[in-house]
């Protein structure tokens, strides 16, 4: 018995003093490999008196279980041990780059276009568009403005040598278009697209931009209808707190015309300049459709009317931004796009 | 656009305005006279109204700046340019002070001048930036100073150096001892005058608007007959003749003839208007034309009248409104020889033309100093003509300005009657009795039907008619009601006299009730209207999905100019003819291009500047002139041929100059730094076929000028060529600056890709059972392209071979020359089984059998 208890007390101190997976293999191989202690104490049970044997077997047996026990926690607590230390042990820093990841870009215009088109897109807009080279009667005349018309000094033409033909200064011939595609059916479209304008080229102003007309016709369509369609669309763009307010001010193709200006958000640092001051900002101009342009587009002014705004998509996303040069949109410096 | 410089000192003369300045501008804004800016001479600003940091200017001190007289001037002891004027400012004050005002001199005494005593806030005068600057007693050459006369640049009325040359001499009768800002203390506006406004070009204009804004009476000056002249028997009739050629080109020509005048200086506060109005202050006469021009926005004219009675030898002169002889020619007053034609309009009498109608007078009748009696022209032309003639001769002004937008005829008279009572009472004449008022068609009174109910429907929302009413005849509509039938009021409406803005009729008097009204009071409703015939737009709907295909690869989009020069598309297309500018802004964009490529190889180009992976696209418009041999057969937008106007093709272009992997840290030094080469953009090619499911692709070897020869490739979809793609021939590099670099480059129509792209697709079920991989190598003739044998393996593979993916190509010292190996890793898979060993054998071996029949083929290890 005492040999047992003996044998029991050193692997137990043994077992204690192992502080790595090496050394614990190691006892396991001293007291339970082929050659190993316990199992030779075990078979030593041959050699017990026959009325002791029992009462040893059953000792041997504990001896060897809780040897076992003790010696698969201590793997377990050094293998835990030497995983922890190892992955402690060198840790990166996590403040390196990463990998660049190569990526592509929507230019911004595109990206805004989109986000203009998709509300309207919610309010039952469709998109058309038009060509670019109009004629003179498209752009002007049919929008109410003969030749020779003052009004036509608020749009700086640039002329191809075709007589008549030029580089659309806004996209309201589209107006036009559509409304002779689509009469005598209402209309809900908005008509984006590149225009031109013959003005020099500098921080505020561009030889080609995109607008974004909206035209609506039907039997029933109002100016309040006009400031709903309007104000729902500032507070998708710019924020559900907006409010809009209109200005009275003249397009030839509108009739009453009008300016709308949101009231920018305080809590934007550029607010006071944007709006030198006042709280408004103006986003876009718009009306009612004139009466001769509804005629000139086939509709009967006595049974429909319509509305019509525009607004600069590259405007609103200067405002936005605080991009200070318009030439960075066409000017497609990388360093430029790729913060978008 | 136009400004109109307004000060509400003026404007007080016309219309009594109760608003806050600041509510003024507001409520003038939000009715269409947007006011830009706001500028404040001498007094405090008011709450609310703001003035640009560099507009604003010194509060004149109540207590420091005065209206002064000139006592004596005695000369500086020190110095010959400095004088010692003594000025007194009230009962019991006297002041000596040094001064080196050119136009103050020794012995000078009586004067009214603005004296700023010690502690004023002023301009210096001597600074070349604005900066306000405290006057503290100083000596000058020995003398004691702490105190000044001072200059209109002093005081912050003008900016000019100009004016601070001599001090402000103001007019006998200013009153000694008045603060300066009760003086002549200013609010001025300034409106941007749109061109339905253009009757706000004036003061009486502006005040007409205050009126229906805030409800005031407007005063006019001199209402017409208080000013028959009794005191003058002397008639016009007789002494001038008036004949009209054409009177669609002017409407009205009315004459007044002021004799015996004084040429001098217009009195002071008249002087001070026009320039707090923005026009330099010259002699009495101009100053009342320009005065009465910008009281009632008619420009006027004053000729000499003696010299056109000498042009027609001594008896009374004729003058004839009509277009210029072709070859005529005038002399204008800045001394300019004029050529003239028939679509300019001159004022002309017996002899020759006298004065650009409109535009500019003649040297020779000009009104000099010694001129005795004027001939005062108060005429309408039309606007068409006087436009021409201004742009023709490049020769805006104030006159042309409001001339060219139009100016009702019946402005002409009250305009001709004001100028001659104030050239009667300042500049001493005396005024002939009566006008030549050729007026041959009188413009008729202009009356619209106006229909409430209709007004109602337009805006959405109802204005109260007893409302609507006020507001037309606060704008002096004349209103009478016709009809009351079905709860809906008709109304008569005459137009006044002074509006040629309202054309369309109703349209333009419901816009001026709901701009007085207020734009504020309009509610905020959604569309009612049901909603139209829904409809996909499908290019732009294209477009955006190859848009996100290609961002999905990597590259970036990019947006060109349209406009371009011929010379930065020849390395790509040669010479062709283009959609050219008549006015160029500039010398760099003068046609509408007709390659997306060469603009996106431009903008590779200055990106590589300062980056070293460089990959856009576009999707952009070419510009083909119409029957181009280069124009494609259809226009992309309206899909149809215009009969005249270029042909607009929708193209997609891609650059792509890069190396292989992006620089990290981590990466071994010169790891992998190949640029990237035809089978990277290729890649790309393949990326967005798969993702449009185009059908039956096929890429044959392209054959164009600005392409590698042996490194570029048409894509071809069933039978339709869709767009070439490749490596940028060296030379064609080298002309976009690209030097030595791997340029990949494509460009592809976009409008035949669409035509191309399956409007639908089915799925193809994911297979449920494991596929088994078999490799194949196969050597075959160099000249057997890669596609022919996967084709092959692909028809005997039959529907058990479900992937065929080119691993391995070799060409070497292995393998007989001439030829090359192929190793593709062969899926065998079906739907509904695992397949058996013996099933793929056989499969495999009739894919083996097919390639050495049909491409004389050897399979590798198995020769």
Request: charged share 25%.
């Amino acid at each position: 018995m005492s040999d047992l208890a003996a044998l029991e007390q050193r692997a137990s101190a043994e077992l204690a003093a192992c502080a790595d997976e090496a050394a614990l293999r190691a006892w396991n191989t001293r007291y339970f490999g082929n050659n190993g202690e316990m199992l030779a104490a075990l078979k030593a049970i041959g050699g017990i008196p026959k009325e002791e044997r029992k009462t040893y077997g059953q000792e041997a047996n504990r001896i060897k279980e809780a040897l076992t026990n003790a010696y698969e926690q201590k793997l377990a607590e050094v293998k835990e041990r030497a995983l922890s230390a190892s992955l402690t042990s060198n840790p990166l820093d996590v403040t390196l780059p990463g990998r660049p990841v190569p990526r592509g870009r929507l230019h911004v215009a595109t990206q805004v276009m989109r986000q203009i088109t998709a509300v309207f897109a919610d309010m039952g807009f469709q998109v058309y568009r038009s060509r670019e080279v109009e004629s003179d009667e498209m752009n002007f005349e049919l929008l109410n403005m003969p030749p020779h018309h003052p009004a036509r000094d608020m749009w700086d033409t640039f002329h191809t040598t075709i007589p008549g033909v030029i580089l659309r200064t806004h996209t309201s011939p589209g107006q036009i278009h559509v409304m002779r595609e689509q009469c005598p059916n209402p209309i809900r479209v908005i008509l984006p697209g590149m225009c031109y304008r013959y003005e020099a080229i500098t921080t505020r102003s561009e030889i080609q931009f995109q607008q974004v007309e909206g035209l609506v016709i039907g039997e029933r369509v109002t100016m309040a209808d006009l400031k709903g369609t309007i104000t729902a669309f500032a507070r998708r763009l710019f924020g559900q707190e907006r409010h809009i307010r209109f200005r009275s001010s003249y397009f030839p193709f509108t009739e009453p015309s009008i300016e709308v200006d949101i009231d920018w958000p305080k809590d934007d640092p550029n607010a006071d300049r944007l709006t030198k001051g006042t709280g408004w900002l103006e986003i876009m101009g718009a009306g009612m459709v004139h009466p001769v342009v509804l005629r000139n587009g086939g509709y009967d002014p006595a049974k429909f009317t319509g509305f019509a705004f525009g607004m600069g998509p590259q405007r609103i996303t200067m405002l936005k931004h605080a991009i200070d040069d318009i030439r960075q949109f066409w000017g497609n410096d990388l360093r430029f796009l790729r913060q978008f | 656009m136009n400004r109109m410089r307004i000060p509400l000192s003026w404007l007080r003369d016309y219309i009594d305005i109760s608003l806050p300045p600041a509510q003024l501008i507001e409520r003038l804004t939000l009715a269409g006279l947007e006011v830009a800016s706001t500028r404040v001479l001498g007094l405090p600003v008011p709450e609310g109204v703001r003035v640009k940091a560099e507009e604003r200017g010194p509060v004149w001190d109540r207590d420091k700046i005065f209206v002064a007289q000139v006592l004596g001037t005695e000369k500086h002891p020190n110095a010959d340019k400095l004088k010692l004027p003594t000025v007194t400012w009230g009962p019991g004050t006297e002041k000596q002070l040094v001064t080196g005002a050119p136009n103050i001199n020794v012995g000078d005494k009586g004067q009214k001048v603005v004296l700023a005593l010690s502690g004023s806030v002023l301009f210096d005068g001597h600074s070349e930036e604005r900066k306000l600057a405290e006057l503290k007693p100083t000596k000058i050459r020995g003398l004691p100073s702490d105190a000044m006369v001072c200059s209109l640049l002093e005081l912050g009325i003008s900016d000019s150096k100009e004016d601070h040359t001599g001090i402000i001499i103001l007019e006998d009768d200013a009153p000694v001892g008045t603060p300066l800002a009760d003086f002549m203390g200013d609010i001025v506006i300034e409106v941007d005058v749109l061109p339905n406004m253009a009757r706000c070009l004036s003061m009486i204009g502006v005040a007409r608007e205050v009126a229906a804004i805030t409800g005031q009476q407007l005063r006019l000056p001199l209402a017409s007959r208080e000013r028959h002249l009794p005191d003058n028997p002397d008639p016009i009739a007789g002494q001038v003749s008036v004949q009209i050629e054409d009177s669609k080109l002017s409407a009205r020509y009315a004459a007044a003839l002021i004799k015996n005048i004084t040429v001098g200086p217009a009195p002071g506060w008249m002087q001070r208007r026009l320039l707090y109005a923005g026009m330099r202050p010259i002699n009495n006469i101009v100053d009342i034309t320009n005065f009465v021009m910008l009281e009632w926005g008619q420009p006027l004219h004053a000729f000499d009248y003696d010299v056109l009675v000498q042009r027609a030898g001594g008896k009374a002169p004729t003058i004839i409104v009509r277009p210029a002889r072709e070859g005529e020619v005038l002399v204008t007053l800045d001394k300019q020889e004029r050529k003239l034609s028939a679509e300019h309009l001159v004022i002309a009498d017996t002899k020759g033309p006298i004065a650009l109608a409109g535009v500019m007078g003649g040297l020779e009748t000009e009104v000099t100093e010694k001129t005795k009696n004027i001939l005062l022209e108060s005429a309408s032309f039309d606007f068409v003509s006087i436009r021409k003639t201004f742009r023709h001769f490049d020769l805006p002004s104030e006159a042309s300005a409001r001339f060219s937008r139009g100016i009702h005829p019946e402005t002409v008279k009250p305009a001709a009657e004001r100028a001659s009572d104030l050239m009667r009472q300042y500049a001493g004449g005396s005024v002939c009795q009566g006008l030549v008022d050729c007026y041959p068609v009188p413009r008729p009174a202009q009356v619209v039907d106006l229909d409430l109910g209709q007004m109602d429907r337009l805006l959405g929302f109802k204005i109260d008619p007893v409302e609507a009413i006020r507001i037309l005849r606060a704008l002096e509509y004349e209103v009478e009601l016709v009809a009351n039938a079905s709860g809906s009021s008709t109304y008569k409406v005459t137009v006044p006299t002074h509006r040629l803005d309202v054309q369309e009729g109703p349209a333009d008097l419901v816009e001026d009730i709901v701009r007085i009204y207020g734009y504020d009071r309009v509610p905020t409703t959604l569309l009612a209207e049901p909603l139209p015939k829904q409809q996909a737009n499908e290019p732009i709907q294209f477009e955006e999905r190859v848009r996100d295909v290609l961002v999905d690869c990597g590259l970036q989009e990019v947006i060109c100019y349209a406009l371009t020069v011929p010379a930065k598309e020849t390395p790509l297309v040669g010479n062709r003819d283009y959609v050219t500018l008549k006015n160029p802004v500039s010398s760099e964009r003068v046609v509408m291009r007709q390659s997306v490529l060469a603009s996106v190889l431009e903008i590779a180009e200055s990106n590589l500047h300062n980056a070293d992976d460089v990959r856009l696209f576009e999707i952009g418009i070419a510009y083909f002139s119409h029957g181009s041999p280069h124009a494609p057969r259809e226009d992309s937008v309206t899909r149809a041929v215009a009969p005249t106007l270029p042909c607009e093709q929708r193209r997609l272009a891609m650059v792509m100059i890069a190396n292989r992997g992006q620089e990290f840290w981590n990466d071994a030094g010169a790891k992998d730094k190949q640029p990237l080469d035809f089978f990277e953009l290729k890649g790309v090619i393949e990326a967005l076929a798969d993702d449009l499911h185009l059908k039956n692709t096929k890429y044959q070897p392209a054959n164009l000028a600005h392409l590698h020869p042996g490194k570029s490739a048409t894509l071809i979809v069933g039978d339709r060529p869709v767009g070439d793609f490749g490596v940028l021939h060296p030379k064609v590099a080298q002309a976009y600056g690209l030097g030595e670099r791997t340029v990949l480059v494509a460009e592809l129509d976009v409008d035949a890709l669409q035509a191309v792209t399956p409007i639908r697709f089915s799925y193809t079920p994911v297979a449920r059972f494991p596929a088994a991989l078999r490799d194949i190598a196969v050597v075959v003739d160099e000249a057997i392209p890669a596609d022919q044998i996967e084709a092959e393996i692909r028809k005997a593979g039959g529907d058990l071979l479900s992937g065929v993916r080119l691993f391995d190509l070799y060409r070497g010292n292995q393998i007989p020359p001439g030829t090359k190996s192929l190793a593709y890793a062969l899926s065998y898979q079906a739907p509904d089984r695992t397949l058996a060993d013996k099933e793929i054998d056989k499969a495999h071996k009739k894919i083996e059998d097919r390639l050495k029949n049909v491409l004389k083929a050897t399979i590798r290890g198995k020769e």
